[in-house]
């Protein structure tokens, strides 16, 4: 009977560990100020990629330069957004509006100054990457930067 219930409760955990996390519904507002949900990020005809940075984070800045020089590129050889999810506080989000503008990078940026939506996903650090799939599913999740990192993320969207 112990053994019986053993494997239960490592079946329930293996189940937890590898069921599929959905994006919550957790509300960012565009860099409009406009209140938007992050479940309507989810396209059902292309992988999203959304990328959790910050204007003080210097890996951040690095990886959404990088990515942006690809993006065109790669879009044509396989669909998908980039949205980029700024987790500046209310102190530091002012400046984020004029360093997109500055950059000139072409992906949708959203302000989540409350870290609300970071919170809900439980990331800790960023720079942080996320792939959902047309279902909304979280299918691939990346702490940390390193020059790179994006040519595995793209390998990633290709899969899907």
Same mark, same amino acid.
């Given at each position: ?46 992988? !999203?990629?959304?990328?959790? /940075?910050?204007? /003080? ?42 360093? !997109? ?29 996320? *792939? ?24 990633? *969207?290709?899969?899907?």
């Amino acid at each position: 009977m112990k053994t019986l219930l053993i494997f239960y409760v490592l079946g329930l955990l293996f189940f937890e560990v590898n069921a599929q996390k959905k994006l919550p519904n957790v509300n960012v507002k565009d860099l409009q100020g406009q209140i938007v949900s992050a479940q309507s990020f989810v396209d059902d005809e292309m992988p !999203v990629v959304i990328s959790f /940075w910050a204007t /003080w984070c210097k890996p951040c800045l690095i990886e959404l330069e990088n990515v942006s020089e690809q993006y065109d590129d790669w879009k044509e050889e396989k669909p998908f957004k980039f949205i980029a999810v700024s987790t500046d506080d209310s102190r530091s989000s002012s400046r984020v509006k004029s360093l !997109v503008a500055g950059k000139g990078w072409p992906f949708d940026f959203y302000l989540d100054s409350n870290q609300d939506l970071k919170r809900a996903l439980n990331i800790s650090l960023i720079p942080y990457i996320l *792939i959902i799939n047309s279902k909304g599913e979280i299918v691939y999740q990346h702490s940390g930067y390193t020059v790179g990192d994006e040519y595995e993320l793209f390998e990633k *969207i290709q899969s899907l």
